[in-house]
């Protein structure tokens, strides 16, 4: 008999319940949070043939892994999905979610949510870190004006010089203000460097990649945007349809529908943002950067005389990603329109 095992995982403690396959519960307990433990507690109540559960969280993939190497069948549940079906317990607690997470494996009423593997965890932890980084240079950047600003010193856009050159040359008969700014300048200096080192080390796994430069075929597609693509999609056979992959990115509309009401809303946000920051970024590059004609800029310029630039912006940035599934799924490059003179 197939028995159904919840894990509710914790830093410390891991809660677990099995269930048989009327529900009956059969026992529960805690271990360490560690795989070592939790195959010895499974094995020794559950047996080999239990079918695991487990919420999606920050030791999931380590978890699932591990597991799945012990030669252990886990699914990993959506969050949001496993959330809707233990609200309806009157007592919160460990131990009773974990055998509301059994219920739900031997129901089926769940999503099961796709484990990456570690190296793609790698890809996502460097652009991550990258993204970080960057988002603290602007705020050191932006600081630093503030402050110059205060005395009347304004960097403004000084063509053909860096940011810290404009500093400095403002600094240079400033000796009053100069100890506040120096030692800013000097961390987003060393905060730049860094940013050049995580760069080269995107260059490096893209560059490594067979998947990576036939995707950057795409116009607007660069380094950053295709590895981040690559990295939330990993398989692409994980999609039947190419269009699925807008929604998964979090480009589609809300909708709501009941009754005689059938209303559209903005875009479902869910999914990845990086990804869909850098997509949109790289609409934003065909519609305003990219001379060459192509029906795809053009039919994002028809869709932004007819609505705007913004909503453009977004319709393109899902078809980008539809195109990009399909050019992986296909493995051709991308094909630009003739040129007139030339065909």
């Not at 319940?17 to 939790?38: F, H, K, M, N, Y």
């Not at 549940?77 to 009773?96: E, G, P, S, V, Y």
């Not at 940011?163 to 240079?172: G, I, K, M, P, S």
């Not at 795409?218 to 692409?236: F, K, M």
Request: hydrophobic fraction near 40%; proline fraction near 4%.
């Amino acid at each position: 008999m197939i028995h159904y095992v919840g894990l509710d995982v914790s830093q410390k403690m891991t809660a677990i319940c099995a269930v048989d396959a009327q529900g009956q519960r059969l026992w529960r307990d805690q271990c360490g949070s560690t795989p070592e433990q939790i195959e010895v507690a499974v094995r020794r109540r559950a047996g080999t043939e239990a079918r695991l559960g487990i919420e999606t969280g920050p030791m999931t993939p380590w978890l699932v892994h591990e597991l799945r190497d012990r030669g252990f069948d886990i699914v990993c549940l959506d969050a949001r999905h496993a959330r809707a079906a233990l609200k309806m317990q009157l007592n919160k607690t460990d131990q009773n979610d974990a055998e509301g997470l059994a219920q739900i494996m031997r129901t089926g009423w769940y999503r099961s949510v796709h484990v990456k593997s570690f190296d793609t965890h790698r890809a996502r932890a460097l652009l991550g870190a990258r993204a970080q980084l960057v988002g603290m240079t602007t705020r050191l950047s932006n600081h630093i004006r503030g402050v110059l600003k205060t005395f009347g010193l304004l960097p403004g856009a000084m063509r053909g010089l860096p940011f810290d050159r404009r500093v400095e040359a403002l600094l240079t008969d400033r000796s009053d203000v100069a100890p506040v700014v120096q030692p800013m300048l000097v961390a987003w200096r060393q905060l730049r460097e860094q940013i050049a080192v995580f760069d080269k080390a995107v260059r490096v796994l893209v560059k490594a990649s067979p998947v990576c430069r036939l995707l950057m075929s795409v116009p607007g597609i660069g380094v950053l945007s295709v590895l981040a693509y690559v990295s939330t999609v990993e398989d692409p056979a994980r999609f039947r349809r190419s269009r699925s992959v807008g929604a998964h990115c979090g480009l589609t509309p809300r909708q709501y529908q009941s009754g005689e009401v059938d209303r559209s809303g903005r875009i479902s946000k869910c999914g990845d943002i990086l990804t869909r920051t850098l997509l949109y970024e790289a609409a934003v590059v065909i519609l305003a950067r990219i001379k060459r004609a192509s029906p795809l800029k053009e039919w994002a310029e028809a869709i932004a005389r007819r609505s705007g630039n913004g909503k453009a912006r977004v319709a393109l940035a899902r078809k980008l990603s539809v195109i990009l599934h399909s050019i992986w799924r296909s493995g051709e490059t991308f094909r630009w329109p003739e040129d007139p003179a030339t065909a």
